[in-house]
């Protein structure tokens, strides 16, 4: 399979995918977005870690203003939600429920759509250029991508009514501050940082770690009752694992385990 939009490949048992089209500096387009959903789909098959990052001078500028945002033929009232149905939700999703976990390596700007697709990452590593920028109320639109759920259950209310309704750049350190994400590393060690993340994930329990992703999705909306329950059903999938049986046996022979892909 060739993408046009993006960078797709595999180290290691990791996929690594890439915004790469240059000349809107990574705009999500829905072409754009196509691609990277069927990229996302072969990682789930091929890997045990998926790195999402950007080529070039950022991360993704955000939707294409160039293409048709209203979706519709000119006797149809625009209606800039369109694409978002079909395309774009549905990708934030695939994220969501992906298999194995996700890491987002952030390169300079990561604004409108992008923003929302970088705080995707179950672990979010950010080069020092890098910045987040709500821009949607710049062009007279709303956030979307799933961004006031994603800010608002990561930086609060207050700060996500900040970052949303005056549309300022949060650069990386402030980013780091305000707990936005996981780490800001120097601009040329962002993928060699994001990789030795991704190869502690990908040599590990696989099917305990994608249900540990899934279990503190889960959290941001379940009551305690019903965590407990998730937990101890989730519990009883991951016991009956091989890689439960290899890590107690390694535990108990003093050495290393040695996780097997599920």
Same mark, same amino acid.
């Given at each position: ?6 960078? /797709? ?10 915004? $790469? ?33 950007? $080529? ?10 160039? #293409? ?19 395309? /774009? ?31 995707? #990452? ?8 890098? /910045? ?46 305000? #707990?936005?994400? $996981? ?13 030795? /993340?991704? +190869? +502690? ?20 909306? $379940? ?5 407990? +329950? ?33």
């Amino acid at each position: 399979m060739s993408f046009e939009k993006i960078e /797709y490949k595999v180290e290691d048992d990791i996929a690594i995918i890439a915004f $790469n089209d240059p000349k809107t500096m990574n705009a999500a387009g829905v072409d754009t977005v196509d691609e990277m959903s069927l990229a996302l789909e072969r990682a789930g098959d091929e890997a045990r870690c998926t790195i999402i990052t950007g $080529n070039g001078r950022g991360f993704c500028s955000g939707a294409n203003l160039s #293409g048709n945002m209203g979706g519709g033929e000119s006797n149809r009232k625009p209606d800039a939600g369109r694409e978002l149905d079909r395309l /774009y939700n549905p990708f934030i999703k695939a994220i969501r429920t992906h298999p194995h976990p996700v890491i987002t390596a952030v390169n300079g700007a990561a604004a409108g759509v992008g923003c929302s697709i970088a705080l995707m #990452g179950d672990f979010i590593v950010a080069a020092e250029s890098a /910045y987040f920028l709500q821009a949607f109320r710049r062009i007279g639109l709303v956030p979307d991508g799933g961004s006031t759920f994603l800010l608002t259950r990561t930086i609060g209310r207050a700060r996500a009514m900040e970052m949303t309704l005056f549309g300022e750049k949060i650069p990386a350190a402030q980013a780091l501050d305000w #707990g936005l994400v $996981n780490r800001v590393v120097a601009d040329d060690k962002l993928m060699d940082e994001a990789k030795s /993340y991704a +190869q +502690q994930l990908a040599s590990g329990p696989t099917t305990a770690l994608s249900i540990i992703r899934d279990l503190v999705w889960q959290a941001e909306d $379940n009551d305690l009752d019903s965590q407990l +329950q998730a937990e101890r059903f989730a519990q009883r999938t991951a016991g009956r694992s091989p890689d439960f049986a290899e890590g107690v046996k390694a535990f108990l022979e003093k050495r290393p385990a040695n996780f097997k892909k599920a």
